[in-house]
């Protein structure tokens, strides 16, 4: 089996997928470099892996989760500066297998984990 890395945004605030939040995913070695923009879907997922099986490689990577955006465009009452904007998550990928890496968020505090 080939490796693959998926993602998926829940709004535990109100709880319910969180549709249509910006995802850029970075590959950290060498250097910082962008490969994939994508944005979630009505089931606040993806509409197809974020890094597919072809461009798999372990390594270091960061998704970027755009939920100050996303709370804006979704009615979540305006602060300013937002106190959650832009969500860096920074994780590992050492083996070839699929990675599943969720953020539950809410407009004060998220959360993730490697999920299956």
Do not use: K
């Not at 950290?28 to 099986?53: F, Q």
């Not at 372990?58 to 996303?70: C, I």
């Amino acid at each position: 089996m080939s490796g693959f890395l998926t993602t998926h945004v829940l709004d535990t605030a109100r709880g319910l997928p969180a549709r249509g939040m910006q995802v850029v995913l970075f590959r950290l070695s060498p250097a910082r470099e962008e490969i994939a923009r994508m944005v979630t879907n009505d089931d606040g997922r993806t509409d197809a892996h974020i890094l597919p099986a072809g461009d798999f490689a372990t390594g270091t990577y960061e998704l970027e989760f755009h939920a100050g955006a996303w709370m804006d465009a979704s009615g979540v009452a305006p602060e300013s500066p937002r106190f959650l904007d832009v969500i860096p998550i920074r994780f590992g990928m050492s083996q070839n297998d699929h990675y599943h890496v969720p953020l539950l968020v809410s407009p004060f505090g998220y959360s993730t984990y490697r999920g299956s």
